[in-house]
């Protein structure tokens, strides 16, 4: 990237795809500033279950694309999973096929096989990925942030000409839906159940083609992270006890050891869903450059820097 092209760049947003992307462009010259409404803690990315697979995001060939540089760049960062957050965990796809991996997946997953009886109960794929702990990974991208000369505010952008700086890239994720404003752009809510870990070492992922329900169960030391519901256009963020309930059943489905698991916390995220991502260049009103990097649905872990990245090249190209 030419630095000198580059200049003051205002990134709206703090989720992971702020962040990932303020990130990049900092450290290839930027001088970067975060306008967030809210820490990193209390958005949407910190509720995500953060295991590295496209779930709910178009289409389908950049979200691979983009999703395969992520993952070269999370197989580094798992090499330091204190500081990161980021590990390298086997567990269950669940009623996923070859085909759904082959061509664009499988070259890069050693150890990519079909799940034994003893290792989940249906048909699916035994894999190792990227597990990211989102209570360490957020906090160490804003670090990596302010060590590369960023910085982050606590500031709301009523509309994106407000900042005052040479280019803007618009991360806003749910937010865009009135910034923009970009009515496509809708809250597909998910929950999840926080409980004790009694033991479980991989993770699975379990998806019922009947009802479409996807139940995962993902360990992070002490903790599980059971999951999940996908309620469109469900802008409650407020836990629902039936919902959790049927979470946990679902789940001591696959472990029978989770039913008698203690609940230690239970959390909502609203993902910011649209028919695709939008990740393009244009401009405002006054002739600065705006960069659109958000719709990403239920995997902007999964491809952030990957979009990060494109953003990047889309900025000076």
Same mark, same amino acid.
Not at 197 to 216: F, H
């Given at each position: 990237?030419?630095?000198?092209?580059?200049?003051?760049?205002?990134?709206?947003?703090?989720?992971?795809?702020?962040?990932?992307?303020?990130?990049?462009?900092?450290?290839?010259?930027?001088?970067?500033?975060?306008?967030?409404?809210?820490?990193?803690?209390?958005?949407?990315?910190?509720?995500?279950?953060?295991?590295?697979?496209?779930?709910?995001?178009?289409?389908?060939?950049?979200?691979?694309?983009?999703?395969?540089?992520?993952?070269?760049?999370?197989?580094?960062?798992?090499?330091?999973?204190?500081?990161?957050?980021?590990?390298?965990?086997?567990?269950?796809?669940?009623?996923?096929?070859?085909? #759904?991996? $082959?061509?664009?997946? =499988? &070259?890069?997953?050693?150890?990519?096989? @079909? !799940?034994?009886?003893? *290792?989940?109960? /249906?048909?699916?794929?035994?894999?190792?990925?990227?597990?990211?702990?989102?209570?360490?990974?957020?906090?160490?991208?804003?670090?990596?942030?302010?060590?590369?000369?960023?910085?982050?505010?606590?500031?709301?952008?009523?509309?994106?000409?407000?900042?005052?700086?040479?280019?803007?890239?618009?991360?806003?994720?749910?937010?865009?839906?009135?910034?923009?404003?970009?009515?496509?752009?809708?809250?597909?809510?998910?929950?999840?159940?926080?409980?004790?870990?009694?033991?479980?070492?991989?993770?699975?992922?379990?998806?019922?083609?009947?009802?479409?329900?996807?139940?995962?169960?993902?360990?992070?030391?002490?903790?599980?992270?059971?999951?999940?519901?996908?309620?469109?256009?469900?802008?409650?963020? #407020?836990? $629902?006890?039936?919902? =959790? &309930?049927?979470?946990?059943?679902?789940? @001591? !489905?696959?472990?029978? *050891?989770?039913? /008698?698991?203690?609940?230690?916390?239970?959390?909502?995220?609203?993902?910011?869903?649209?028919?695709?991502?939008?990740?393009?260049?244009?401009?405002?009103?006054?002739?600065?450059?705006?960069?659109?990097?958000?719709?990403?649905?239920?995997?902007?872990?999964?491809?952030?820097?990957?979009?990060?990245?494109?953003?990047?090249?889309?900025?000076?190209?």
């Amino acid at each position: 990237m030419e630095t000198e092209r580059v200049g003051d760049v205002v990134v709206v947003g703090g989720g992971v795809i702020g962040l990932t992307t303020a990130v990049v462009l900092a450290e290839r010259g930027a001088r970067v500033r975060v306008w967030t409404r809210e820490p990193a803690e209390r958005t949407t990315s910190a509720v995500a279950g953060a295991l590295w697979w496209p779930y709910r995001i178009e289409p389908p060939a950049a979200v691979r694309a983009w999703a395969l540089h992520s993952l070269d760049v999370y197989e580094e960062l798992a090499g330091r999973p204190e500081r990161t957050g980021v590990r390298l965990v086997e567990g269950v796809l669940g009623e996923t096929g070859w085909d #759904e991996v $082959d061509g664009w997946a =499988a &070259a890069r997953l050693p150890g990519l096989r @079909a !799940a034994t009886a003893a *290792e989940y109960r /249906g048909s699916g794929l035994w894999a190792r990925l990227p597990l990211i702990d989102m209570s360490i990974h957020l906090p160490w991208l804003r670090e990596r942030l302010t060590a590369a000369g960023g910085t982050v505010e606590t500031r709301t952008a009523r509309r994106l000409g407000e900042p005052d700086a040479p280019a803007v890239v618009n991360c806003a994720g749910l937010g865009a839906r009135t910034l923009v404003p970009d009515p496509s752009v809708r809250p597909v809510r998910g929950q999840l159940v926080i409980v004790e870990n009694p033991g479980i070492r991989t993770w699975a992922v379990s998806a019922d083609p009947a009802s479409g329900e996807t139940t995962y169960v993902l360990p992070h030391g002490d903790r599980l992270l059971l999951g999940g519901t996908a309620e469109e256009d469900a802008w409650s963020p #407020e836990p $629902d006890p039936a919902q =959790a &309930a049927a979470i946990v059943r679902r789940c @001591a !489905a696959l472990w029978p *050891e989770i039913a /008698g698991a203690r609940v230690l916390d239970h959390r909502v995220g609203l993902r910011p869903a649209r028919p695709s991502v939008r990740l393009e260049r244009t401009v405002l009103p006054d002739g600065r450059r705006l960069i659109h990097n958000y719709g990403h649905g239920g995997a902007g872990v999964t491809v952030a820097w990957g979009c990060a990245r494109e953003a990047a090249a889309l900025l000076t190209g």
